[in-house]
């Protein structure tokens, strides 16, 4: 059966990789017309070729995105990583194969060669850095954050799905991508940093290692209503600062959701919005939660793309103790809260769960959320401790080899 799957799957990859031009086509004709981007300290600002962008413009839902949310399955089957939601494998005989057999299931040489010159990757950059919105722009609903946007949101998923393409070939597709000068600007900005956090620590871990020996270094093309680059650009060891920079802080984040959550009365937060009535704590409650999905998905992507993994612990190179020292001030500090919100979790049960229990209907969906969060924040934390140290292992450094068990963290 597992023969079978694999074989339908390479058919139906080989069918999408004939039709690539269809979709170069297709993403041309719905991108929106050529922006001029402007990069000031903490923002990024757009002025499209209409100069203004109308407030009818912003309730419908844009051509762009409609095919957006068609594409992405696409890009997904191609590389098989699903990067629109956790970066799991796409099918399950691809969970199956060991991290040595990747280019199995993930693009080949020729694929991305293919896709290179079809066009089809030089419109998904254009189509991401095409669909910046200025943060001044209003929203449905009075809403003045584009973050929390539905278009924000598909362009970051099609910015993963382009993360993942670069990374399994990182010397064609990704060298191309760290040379369009309107999409690195984007990723080189304050605001991109503040509001893409893991993206960030991802993408310059791929930049850096486009400027080893390795990916043979980079230069810029010159593109067709492409601004300058050179206010913006930054220097390898700039970039590879950053990324150790966005690491850490991605580490000290997760640790003040942790201390925060252990101080709520509440930890059994809901994945559903939260009622004007209840106030601005659970907001803030849920707000820890998607930094916790934010470490855990970070280390999803470098668990399931093994290039973008060697990359990032590449780039560490002479800071690879500061952030191993972060990853276990993680560590420490869930265990130390776990007591404390054990009993914030004793506290909040109701007198119907006490009757629950005693007629045993008590599931484990009863489970709070941290309580299952934090299982994943442990193995997320401890994946990238050992990928650190096994990196330095290979290498001869045996001082920074460790054993971590459940039983000490």
């Known amino acids: 059966k597992k023969r079978r799957m694999k074989d339908l799957y390479q058919k139906v990859q080989s069918i999408l990789l004939n039709n690539v031009d269809e979709l170069v086509d297709c993403i041309e004709f719905i991108r929106p017309p050529a922006t001029r981007t402007t990069i000031t300290k903490n923002s990024i600002m757009t002025k499209s070729s209409e100069d203004a962008v109308s407030d009818e413009d912003v309730k419908t839902v844009p051509a762009w995105v409609r095919v957006s949310l068609s594409l992405l399955p696409i890009l997904d089957f191609l590389t098989g990583i699903n990067s629109h939601s956790d970066f799991s494998c796409v099918s399950s005989f691809i969970s199956s194969q060991s991290q040595q057999q990747e280019h199995q299931h993930g693009l080949k040489k020729s694929d991305a060669q293919a896709i290179l010159q079809s066009g089809l990757f030089r419109e998904l950059l254009l189509l991401y850095s095409s669909t910046v919105r200025s943060p001044t722009i209003t ?16 362009r970051l998923k099609l910015l993963r799905a382009i993360l993942v393409m670069s990374s399994q070939a990182l010397t064609t597709l990704g060298k191309y991508a760290a040379r369009v000068p309107d999409f690195t600007r984007i990723l080189h900005s304050e605001s991109f940093i503040t509001h893409h956090l893991p993206d960030c620590a991802l993408w310059f871990a791929l ?7 390795l990916g043979g270094g980079t230069s810029q093309l010159r593109m067709k209503n492409s601004t300058s680059l050179s206010a913006n650009s930054l220097s390898p060891v700039q970039i590879q600062n950053r990324c150790v920079s966005c690491s850490v802080q991605l580490c000290e984040n997760v640790i003040f959701a942790i201390e925060a959550l252990s101080k709520s009365k509440n930890p059994n937060i809901g994945d559903k919005i939260v009622s004007e009535t209840n106030g601005n704590k659970t907001q803030h409650e849920q707000s820890h939660m998607d930094t916790i999905c934010e470490f855990n998905i970070f280390s999803s992507c470098l668990s399931q793309v093994h290039t973008l993994a060697q990359c990032w612990v590449s780039t560490l190179s002479n800071d690879k103790s500061t952030v191993q020292g972060s990853l276990s001030k993680v560590l420490k500090s869930l265990t130390k809260n776990q007591k404390i919100i054990s009993n914030n979790e004793s506290a909040s049960v109701t007198s119907s769960d006490i009757k629950d229990n005693k007629k045993g209907k008590i599931s484990k969906t009863k489970k709070s959320n941290f309580a299952i969060y934090g299982d994943k924040i442990r193995s997320s934390a401890k994946f990238l401790l050992l990928t650190i140290d096994n990196a330095s292992y290979q290498k001869g450094d045996n001082n920074t080899s460790r054993m971590l068990s459940s039983k000490n963290d």
């Open 139 to 154: 929203a449905k609903g009075g809403k003045t954050d584009v973050l929390c946007s539905a278009q924000e949101i598909i």
């Open 207 to 213: 930049f850096s290692s486009l400027n080893s020996p």
